[in-house]
């Protein structure tokens, strides 16, 4: 049960390492997926015992979604490597 709840965020984090190709594109996809799957994860009762572990996790997904939506930073790095 641990080991499956750690799989989806580092499948996650593996999206975001490369050295080769621009990344910042899936940050609102890949965000929005993990929100999804620990969302399910909190409804299971065989997480009951890392509910609170999820619940900071999904609150720092959205502290980091809301920040990004007031930065131009992504806009303009989208632009940048599509170039």
Request: charged share 15%.
């Amino acid at each position: 049960m641990l080991l499956m709840s750690f799989q989806e965020p580092f499948s996650t984090q593996q999206s975001f390492s490369s050295e080769t190709e621009p990344v910042l594109w899936k940050l609102y996809p890949l965000l929005e997926f993990i929100s999804n799957v620990w969302g399910e994860m909190m409804e299971d009762p065989k997480y009951l015992p890392m509910q609170a572990g999820i619940e900071a996790g999904l609150s720092l997904i959205c502290k980091y979604t809301s920040l990004a939506e007031v930065s131009d930073a992504n806009i303009m790095c989208l632009g940048i490597t599509t170039l």
